[in-house]
T-cell receptor, first 111, second 116 residues
Framework: EDQVTQSPEALRLQEGESSSLNCSYTVSGLRGLFWYRQDPGKGPEFLFTLYSAGEEKEKERLKATLTKKESFLHITAPKPEDSATYLCAVQAAAGYSTLTFGKGTMLLVSP | DAGVIQSPRHEVTEMGQEVTLRCKPISGHNSLFWYRQTMMRGLELLIYFNNNVPIDDSGMPEDRFSAKMPNASFSTLKIQPSEPRDSAVYFC??????????????FGPGTRLTVL
């Protein structure tokens, strides 16, 4: 069974204080690892897809990296508008596979 | 593009009543997913359709839940009878085609269901 564990559950940062969120996973052959952002009262919003170990992707202050067992979402010099819950999900390589989500990390960035 | 559209956005009902949630996927997307999100369990897949055909409904909690996709632009999730433990946010998502490399799922705004 595919599993995704995200840590920490919650993280509070000061504006400009860089940090990383962790996503550990077990999957029988990885097709892709997805990062989403979810604001309160809204649906998850797609950020990145990573397909192989060593791959990195960036978007503004966010950078996602991938190894064979985990992914990190690095947040550089965060701003209050980066406050949200960040969800990680994996998709297995076999057949019509679906996404298995972690429970997310709730990030709060204070001014 | 309007994105995935869900209705209603909020639903409050009493135990035992029938609840129907609606979803319109992004035009041209062939796969549709229904999820339930709670604090305790996070985001759980209930069922997904490919080309209007249900592929995997193993996440549907029990027979009280049913889902249909009569055409490519509309799907419903029905709970009958509803129970307080069904209270959650229900999301619909769509993707161009599962298994063909472009598997990014795009989510709707969700329906917050409260069963009293």
């Amino acid at each position: 069974e595919d599993q995704v564990t995200q840590s920490p559950e919650a993280l509070r940062l000061q504006e400009g204080e860089s940090s990383s969120l962790n996503c550990s996973y077990t999957v029988s052959g990885l097709r892709g690892l997805f990062w989403y952002r979810q604001d309160p009262g809204k649906g998850p919003e797609f950020l990145f897809t990573l397909y192989s170990a060593g791959e990195e992707k960036e978007k503004e202050r966010l950078k996602a990296t991938l190894t064979k067992k985990e992914s990190f979402l690095h947040i550089t010099a965060p701003k209050p508008e980066d406050s949200a819950t960040y969800l990680c999900a994996v998709q297995a390589a076999a057949g019509y596979s679906t996404l298995t989500f972690g429970k997310g990390t709730m990030l709060l960035v204070s001014p | 593009d309007a994105g995935v559209i869900q209705s209603p956005r909020h639903e409050v009902t009493e135990m035992g009543q029938e609840v129907t949630l609606r979803c319109k996927p992004i035009s041209g997307h062939n796969s549709l997913f229904w999820y339930r999100q709670t604090m305790m369990r996070g985001l759980e897949l209930l069922i997904y359709f490919n080309n209007n055909v249900p592929i995997d409904d193993s996440g549907m909690p029990e027979d009280r839940f049913s889902a249909k996709m009569p055409n490519a632009s509309f799907s419903t999730l029905k709970i009958q009878p509803s129970e307080p433990r069904d209270s959650a946010v229900y999301f619909c998502a769509s993707t161009p085609q599962v298994g063909l490399g472009t598997d990014t799922q795009y989510f709707g705004p969700g329906t917050r269901l409260t069963v009293l």
